[in-house]
């Protein structure tokens, strides 16, 4: 059981069983906030969303408040690469390596991904739509 008398952050006191106040002391300042994260778009050249993709990530984050956040492009030249790698049409967007969408398809071919809203298929997701899924995938990495 943990002593109750303030601890003291030293070597005496960690051994002596007391419980450190150091790693609980500012807790609550992170209470909440989600782990940093990484956006990559992957795309192709001649795509016209992949730009405006980056944009509704940004846009997402700032919705959730999540200001921890890296985006990055990845140009898909070939079929090849697509197939080598997580590419669902472009553009695919990857949180921390993983499809943001769970119906995601991958492709072995260059080809445009269409994406299904609230208003019908569309190029791009919603802002809505990558904001839910930056907070269930960022509430899955605090796990």
């Known amino acids: 059981m943990y002593d109750r008398r303030p601890a003291r952050c030293s070597r005496h006191d960690l051994t002596m069983n007391r419980r450190p106040l150091w790693p609980h002391r500012h807790a609550n300042r992170f209470e909440g906030r989600l782990a940093r ?3 990559e778009i992957l795309y192709f050249d001649g795509c016209p969303n992949w730009q405006e993709a980056a944009d509704r990530v940004r846009a997402a984050a700032s919705l959730i408040e999540q200001s921890d956040i890296d985006i990055g492009h990845r140009l898909i030249s070939s079929d090849a690469e697509a197939a080598a790698s997580a590419f669902a049409g472009s553009p695919t967007i990857l949180i921390d390596g993983v499809d943001a969408f769970d119906d995601a398809v991958q492709l072995t071919e260059l080809a445009c991904r269409v994406y299904s809203t609230d ?18 995938k960022g509430e899955a990495l605090q796990r």
């Open 37 to 39: 994260m990484k956006v």
């Open 119 to 136: 208003r019908g298929l569309a190029g791009l997701p919603t802002v809505d739509q990558l904001a839910a899924s930056l907070q269930s």
